[in-house]
């Protein structure tokens, strides 16, 4: 049963909020070597209670938080959230060396991320 493993956080000022996390609550805020401008947030030790996640610049969608539920495949549950009346707003995307995401509205308006773990993807 796929599972929210990930939390995304959108900010106008990414630098601005790494800051505010870190000096609130102590998270260990690292900015990811990969194409794009993100944040890695380790919000505990592995072994503790809870998820980490990753910040961004807010972008064209203005954004807030957004949970990622892991699946074995964004194509097959692409599927599954249009035929339960969900909408797709964010087509399947690349993160090279990482996998795929996909950014969806449940049937509540919602916006919902999917993760799909490939480390092939380009």
Known sequence: MPRI?????????PERAVDF???????????????????????GKPNELGIDGGLSKRGKLGQWTTPFINVSSV???????????????ESKTAIPGIGYTLLFKDTESNTIGLFEENKNAK
């Open 5 to 13: 493993s990930y939390l995304d956080f959108s900010a106008d000022d």
């Open 75 to 89: 194509d097959q549950y692409t599927a599954k959230i249009e035929s339960g009346g969900g909408k797709i707003i």
């Open 21 to 43: 996390y870190s000096k609130v609550f102590g998270w260990q805020i690292n900015k990811w070597d990969g194409p794009m401008e993100y944040w890695e947030m380790k919000t």
